[in-house]
């Protein structure tokens, strides 16, 4: 269970392919999804995941927050409770991140991470259950990013100029530590996309040397293939089986 | 032959009834449909005075599959508001604040 988790939020990882498009992340907008876990063709619904943007402003500056939360449908909630938060606060018109933060409640077993970007020095601190706060230093690449952040930056990029089949590389930050992710540009398919109705979509496959990833090619993402690029689907492939994510409800787009 | 059938029928029947006690959607139609299959060969194998068993096996793993379809049917997926989880997210939110304060000093 806590791998679908940590997929869930992983699934959303995308490349470094360099942003072209004129289209910002808007703040207000709220993407629900339905999590589900996939046995031998048979599903069963695990969790509702809710992606939303809004403005911060401190005294000094503005960030975009965005915010990613998984949390148990009810009748799950007796065996197994999730409540995870990852929040991103970046820079609205770069989307480079400059506090990166984690709260995982798994069925009672908690971790609070964070990390503080300086350029390319990453401060971090993390609390697991029943364990002291461990903090580190760390330096990562230019353009590595954290995990939401670089989910809502693949959304200004102009898919319309790949070729079915085109890789890219990246690098992201998770688990204190630097992940290299790769990408690929599958084509397009029509799929369901909630309250959007039947959209065509980009399919886009998601490799990394991590062990919440299996298979090749059975990470896909689809996002709609229109200029605000709202994923409509996710599939994945773990350890302990496969699963997907629907979209639900896409407000605030 | 007739024993092992038993025990697989008697097996996936107690998977099937816990997989329709839990939330398990339609998953739980996999062992249903392992204790029908199991119980419909223990009743084709059982003699005439045995079949009383096997009947009880089969009614049992189809009233499991009735209460999950009933349980897709009419329970929906909701997430309940959870107000612990929501005073966590404006803590959370207050504490994010004041970090990216402390982060705009150090910069400068």
């Keep these: 269970m806590k791998k679908i988790a940590l997929f869930i939020v992983f699934a959303f990882i995308l490349s470094s392919f360099t942003a072209d498009s004129g289209y910002g992340i808007k703040s207000g907008e709220k993407l629900v999804y339905a999590g589900s876990y996939n046995m031998s063709g048979l599903l069963t619904q695990i969790a509702q995941v809710t992606m939303s943007t809004e403005n911060v ?15 148990t449908y009810t009748k799950w909630d007796s065996f197994f409770k999730i409540r995870d938060i990852y929040e991103s606060y970046v820079n609205p018109t770069t989307l480079k991140p400059s506090l990166y933060k984690r709260s995982i409640d798994e069925g009672g077993y908690t971790i609070k991470e964070k990390y503080v970007f300086k350029g390319t020095n990453v401060k971090s601190s993390v609390t697991k259950k ?19 952040s670089l989910f809502y930056k693949v959304r200004t990029l102009d898919f319309s100029k790949f070729k079915t089949g085109q890789t890219q590389s990246m690098m992201i930050v998770f688990d204190e530590k630097e992940i290299p992710v790769t990408i690929k540009f599958m084509g397009k398919e ?21 062990d919440a990833l299996r298979g090749k090619d059975k990470n896909l993402i689809w996002l709609t293939a229109d200029a605000k690029k709202i994923p409509a689907l996710l599939e994945f492939s773990i350890p302990v089986g496969t699963g997907k994510l629907v979209l639900t409800s896409a407000t605030g787009i | 032959m007739r024993k092992l059938f038993l025990i697989l029928a008697i097996l996936f029947l107690v998977l099937s009834i816990l997989f ?35 009947n009880w096996l089969l009614t049992l793993s189809a009233i499991c599959s009735f209460v999950v379809v009933l349980k897709l049917v009419f329970i929906k997926d909701k997430v309940e508001v959870d107000k612990k989880f929501e005073q966590q997210k404006i803590e959370t939110k207050i504490e994010a604040k004041k970090e990216l304060e402390e982060l705009e000093n150090d910069l400068e």
């Design chain 2, 20 to 54: 329709t006690l839990l939330p398990m959607g339609t998953i739980a139609f996999l062992p249903i449909g392992l204790a029908l299959i199991s119980s419909l060969v223990l009743l084709k194998k059982s003699a005439e005075n045995q079949r009383r068993l096997p």
């Design chain 1, 190 to 210: 029509t799929v369901s996309a909630g309250n959007l109705g039947k959209k065509e979509c980009y399919k886009i496959s998601i490799g990394a040397k991590t």
């Design chain 1, 57 to 71: 402003t401190t005294s000094k500056s503005n960030y975009l927050h965005l915010s990613c939360e998984l949390a």
């Design chain 1, 130 to 148: 029943n364990r002291p706060e461990v903090h580190k230093s760390f330096t990562i690449g230019a353009n590595t990013q954290d995990v939401i």
